[in-house]
């Protein structure tokens, strides 16, 4: 199996085993990868179609009952009415273990390094369709945006940004479904990063190990303007 | 056992069922039609159907994917007894905006609404393979399909959702 056959497969079927994709996996990085962003947003497709069901069922449940009950023989009647009784309010949610935090951001920077090489500043229209619906805006001083992309990160689309600051570039998640109660300090595979409690979650900051991210992490969380 | 307790117990189990599997069955009608009115009318008269025809589930591991066809064929009369008139999706999106509402979580909103916003004919296999956890021979029974149409209709499915919410899963590397 070669990588587009790999890629249309897991395309149709992200969930798809086997041995031809274990072995296509095992030898392409870049297409296990791929494999595991759609399962992550199949897990998101099926958190959207888990609506509550409770918010369907909105008729009045002894009116239905009557009207099918003047229209149909007594034994359907008998029917609905165990229908009718029937109470509905399941909200599902998915929960499945989770890999920590740190190794979620690190896995998704290393997962586009070619983000982080950009020197092109992303047009104003192209960064506000990434963060307007997010609900965000950056102010002044944020700093050039050469990277500005919707990604899954643990099963919710987020912003994902990299701007250049005078060290560096640094990648920006925004993570407004995670919060964390400190700032969580990273340091892996040559970056290092901190997760810091936001307004709305939290923000997760990345550079390359030998900048220092403090003061860097300060300027970039204050020109964050999360709508609030 | 006797005639009525007989049927007590039938009635029984098959309320057992229907308790288990409805608010999937909503889901499925829901996503079917964009209408709450129309899922809601559907399953009704879906599970009206099914009670008559109870005794020929012979197994009720298989409850679910027969109840579903049931749906589905359902779907389909209400159509031929009814002409529905086209909305315009935004139209659409409004009328139901509560039910695809999803609180602080504006990723998952979006993804409703482009799900919601997906034609029918890609729309229908995704949620029977992601909600419903069919394999894709199952969608392609269901949906008198092809397999290879199906993984088509998966594909393109995916491609559009990634599309509207402009996600980026393709790794640059």
Known sequence: ?228 | MNGDERGTDVRQRFATLCEALRPDLLRFAFWLGRDRQLAEDVVQEALLRAWKSFDALAEEGKAKSWLLTIVRREFARSFERKRHEVADLDALVAAEADVLAAEDDAGLAEMREALFRLDDEYREPLVLQVMMGYSTQEIADQMGLQRGAVLTRLFRARARLRQELGISVEPSS
């Not at chain 1, 390094?113 to 950056?138: I, K, N, W």
């Not at chain 1, 936001?198 to 970039?220: E, H, K, N, T, Y």
């Open chain 1, 1 to 228: 199996m070669n990588c587009l056959e790999f890629r249309r497969h897991v395309s149709a079927e992200p969930s798809a085993s086997g041995a031809g994709i274990e072995a296509h996996r095992a030898e392409c990085p870049a297409c296990a990868r791929f494999q595991d962003e759609l399962r992550a947003m199949d897990a998101l497709i099926g958190r959207a179609l888990a609506v509550d069901a409770a918010r369907i069922h909105k008729l009045d449940a002894a009116i239905a009952a009557t009207e099918i009950a003047a229209r149909r023989p007594r034994w359907l009647a008998l029917a609905a009415s165990i229908v009718i009784g029937i109470s509905v309010g399941l909200a599902l949610w998915i929960s499945l273990p989770r890999p920590s935090l740190a190794r979620e951001v690190f896995d998704h920077v290393a997962h586009e390094p070619d983000a982080m090489s950009g020197t092109a500043v992303v047009a104003q229209a192209s960064l506000a369709g990434v963060l307007d619906p997010y609900g965000t805006r950056l102010r002044p001083g944020f700093g050039d945006v050469t990277y500005a992309k919707r990604c899954i990160f643990e099963w919710r689309v987020v912003p994902h940004l990299v701007v250049q600051t005078p060290q560096g570039p640094v990648t920006v998640l925004l993570l407004r479904h995670r919060k964390v109660s400190e700032p969580v300090r990273l340091a892996e595979q040559g970056y290092v990063g901190v997760v810091l409690p936001a307004p709305r979650g939290s923000i997760a900051i990345v550079g390359r190990d030998q900048m220092d991210l403090d003061g860097i992490a300060r300027q970039i969380f204050e020109a964050v303007d999360w709508g609030d």
